[in-house]
């Protein structure tokens, strides 16, 4: 029994055998855990994205059960989100329209043992047709606290020499607690 060289097909198929053989190799040891590794990351980014949404639920219904306390009245309603939505809804109304905004007092608050008043103070500026519409859409829409008083004056501004009109209005927000 002699042992004859190889032939060039023979060679061919021996390199086409080493190579699907090294190929099958490379293919278990390198790429194979790549891909499980990356489908494992891909799993745990959504896991994560799910689990920032649900903190994004939370805070969005913690801030929803807030402000349901405070339209029903309860008690322990923060005065400082009654400025946020009173500042809200009237820059909300204003925008577009001839009224500014011109001066937010400082929230005034009064309390005794059976009661608490917290009062807003805030003056705009605008033609009487339109502060008319803004006191009348707050009397009607806006129902955590109430008008109690509105003073409208005229002041001259010294840059222009023009009047303009003000109106000062106060909302009382009365707690019985």
Do not use: W
Request: hydrophobic share 35%.
């Amino acid at each position: 029994m002699t042992f004859n060289s190889p032939t060039y097909r023979e060679k061919l198929m021996l390199s086409i055998a080493g190579f699907l053989f090294l190929s099958i190799l490379a293919y278990k040891q390198s790429i194979k855990g790549t891909l499980v590794i990356y489908k494992e990351c891909e799993r745990l980014e959504s896991e994560l994205s799910m689990q920032n949404e649900i903190e994004d639920q939370i805070n969005f219904y913690q801030n929803a059960l807030q402000n349901q306390n405070m339209f029903a009245g309860i008690k322990n309603t923060d005065d400082r989100l009654l400025q946020k939505v009173l500042l809200d809804e009237i820059a909300a109304y204003c925008k577009g329209k001839p009224i500014e905004l011109s001066n937010y007092k400082v929230p005034h608050l009064y309390g005794e043992e059976k009661f608490s008043v917290n009062t807003q103070i805030f003056t705009v500026k605008g033609d009487y047709q339109s502060l008319l519409k803004l006191i009348y859409y707050l009397e009607r829409n806006f129902d955590l606290s109430r008008i109690s008083s509105v003073s409208f004056y005229r002041q001259k501004d010294r840059k222009t020499g023009k009047n303009n009109l003000y109106a000062t209005i106060y909302l009382q927000k009365i707690s019985v607690t």
